[in-house]
């Protein structure tokens, strides 16, 4: 292990971002009343970022000796808008003391994180709050993330009842979590990581499991990072894989899912409709980030209310930028009463009976505009209405609609309905 290093391994190790390397050489060497103060020194030095372990620091030393930092916060730098990018966290690992005797890897065997107050922060040119290195004054030596931890071997990570929120200043996308219990797990820093999380992301439960690249892929700023995720939630289940950006997931990432989503409350998230709550859907999509948010296409989607109502499209694209949600979807469907349909695209509608239609369904935070419509519908006393070439509009408020439209069967109420005008029987 390269020595002069090891003051920065030391302090680097209490945070959790590298752990343990000079642990041993604390505690031989340094007055226990003074350690939380000479980590924070030494922690400051090598991130440029003011450090607080209020607890002190805790030490149970034996072949596996544990070290905890209580109340362990690092501060964002000043661009970011909050105070801390870790905050009154409890940062325990665990290190096999033999392996740092023998000047071999120190071999961190468990890593914990407990009650932590977690921030992502990107800037609006891009830069990530927990992107330490450019603090680094110019005169310091470019060391990247992987040759500070030359000679660690890490081999689980734990994060448990803490909290994480993010925002990102170039499109204002923003977002809050829970963590119930996140584990990294792996043979070594050179093999791929197993993931495990439950949590919950906006109030809505997630649970996960899946695999990802190695640590040392991870902290390898240069190169994107491989996941294959599974989602066994309640509420939402399938699969994700692709690569994520980097540094921390704030560069370019590519994505493709494979979703069934179950919980009406998902929907309503990204959408603000009054989605009915017997409502299920199945999702896949490729996405993509940049700058300005979210990319989606090859969007599928079969979006179903009980037995009345199903509709499916192919072929899509969408985006969300500044928490909007938009996208266009070729699209069919077909239902037990076309008035039921309101419930989904939030409109009141006419009762025209069971339907059929085509369209290019188009959402935006106005609410729904269907071009390229054509559209059948039948009710129970035989009226039978027909519409083609044409566009219905629900971005504002009320119906709006131009089409070629025909009409037969006893009875003229189901223009009256489609008009919102009385008109005469015939």
Do not use: C
């Not at 065997?109 to 603090?135: C, E, F, H, M, Y």
């Not at 599928?300 to 266009?328: H, Q």
Request: glycine residues 12%; hydrophobic residues 40%; negative net charge.
């Amino acid at each position: 292990m390269r020595r002069r290093h090891r003051n920065a391994l030391i302090a680097l190790g209490l945070t959790g971002t590298v752990a343990g390397a000079g642990a041993l050489a604390i505690a031989h060497f340094v007055d226990f009343d003074g350690l939380g103060g000479f980590a924070e020194k030494e922690l400051e030095k090598v991130i440029g970022r003011n450090v607080s372990i209020a607890g002190g620091i805790d030490i149970s030393p034996s072949l596996n000796a544990k070290f905890t930092a209580n109340d362990l916060s690092i501060a964002n730098p000043d661009w970011a808008p909050d105070t801390a990018m870790i905050e009154g966290a409890d940062v325990t690992f665990e290190l096999a003391a033999l392996p740092l005797l023998l000047d071999e890897e120190a071999e961190i065997r468990k890593l914990t994180v407990r009650n932590a107050n977690l921030s992502i922060r990107i800037s609006q040119n891009g830069q990530l709050n927990w992107d330490l290195w450019p603090d680094k004054p110019e005169s310091a030596p470019p060391e990247t993330p992987t040759q500070l931890l030359d000679g660690l071997d890490i081999r689980s990570v734990r994060i448990i009842d803490s909290r994480l929120s993010w925002y990102d200043a170039r499109n204002g996308n923003s977002g809050e979590g829970t963590i119930e219990e996140f584990v990294l797990s792996s043979s070594s820093a050179s093999r791929p990581i197993s993931i495990e999380f439950d949590g919950a992301y906006e109030g809505i439960a997630l649970t996960l499991d899946g695999e990802g690249g190695s640590l040392n892929t991870l902290l390898d700023t240069t190169s994107t990072y491989p996941i294959e995720i599974g989602l066994g939630s309640p509420g939402v289940s399938g699969y994700v894989e692709g690569e994520l950006g980097q540094p921390m997931f704030s560069g370019n990432t590519v994505l493709d899912a494979d979703l069934q989503v179950r919980d009406p409350s998902i929907v309503r998230r990204f959408t603000s409709q009054t989605i009915p709550d017997e409502a299920e859907a199945s999702l896949r999509f490729h996405a993509e980030t940049n700058p300005s948010g979210w990319a989606f296409s090859d969007i599928d989607m079969t979006f179903r209310v009980g037995e009345d109502i199903e509709i499916a499209g192919r072929g899509g694209t969408g985006r969300i930028a500044e928490e909007r949600f938009e996208f266009a979807l070729p699209a069919h469907g077909n239902g037990g009463e076309f008035a039921q349909l309101g419930a989904v695209v939030g409109a009141e509608l006419p009762a025209l009976g069971e339907w059929e239609v085509s369209a290019v369904m188009n959402y935006s935070a106005e609410g729904f505009l269907f071009s390229n419509f054509r559209g059948r519908s039948v009710r129970a006393d035989g009226m039978v209405a027909n519409a083609a070439r044409g566009w219905i509009d629900l971005t504002g408020e009320g119906f709006e609609i131009e089409a070629d439209i025909s009409a037969s069967g006893p009875g003229s109420d189901v223009l009256s309905d489609l008009f919102g005008a009385e008109l005469p029987t015939f």
